[in-house]
């Protein structure tokens, strides 16, 4: 078994444009490293954003703390707080930002699909 560290301690700013006062500490392996599936804890400070970009692969942002704003394609930003995730299609543009604070849990792979109930 290996232990991996995603707390406070462990969170890096990655040199982004696209992040704004957020940390993120990595779970997985990069994409760009030759990893199938890709998973980082973001924390999105007060007033933090993750910057409108298109999603490079299916990606799914699961809030586990605190809330905030997402959008897709059409810009149109729908509330979302701990408990919900948001989905985006490799390609969608979209955002995330939050009022007073955030963390989720965000997965990137190639044949990504959200559960859906029947």
């Known amino acids: 078994m290996l232990l991996v560290d995603f707390g406070p301690g462990a969170a890096r700013v ?3 444009d696209l992040l704004e006062s957020v940390t993120l500490a990595r779970l997985t392996t ?10 980082a804890y973001f924390r999105l400070a007060s007033g933090g954003r993750i910057v409108r970009h298109p999603a490079t692969v299916p990606q799914i942002l699961a809030v586990v703390a605190g809330s905030g704003w997402v959008s897709g ?3 149109r930003e729908e509330r979302i707080e701990a408990g919900r995730a948001a989905f985006w299609e ?5 955002e995330t930002r939050s009022d007073d604070g955030l963390e ?10 959200p559960f859906t109930a029947r």
Do not use: F, K, M
């Open 14 to 16: 990655p040199p982004n």
């Open 30 to 39: 990069p994409l760009g490293s030759g990893a199938s599936v890709q998973a």
């Open 73 to 75: 394609a059409d810009g």
């Open 90 to 94: 490799a390609g969608e543009s979209h």
């Open 104 to 113: 989720a849990i965000v997965i990137e792979a190639e044949g990504l699909r």
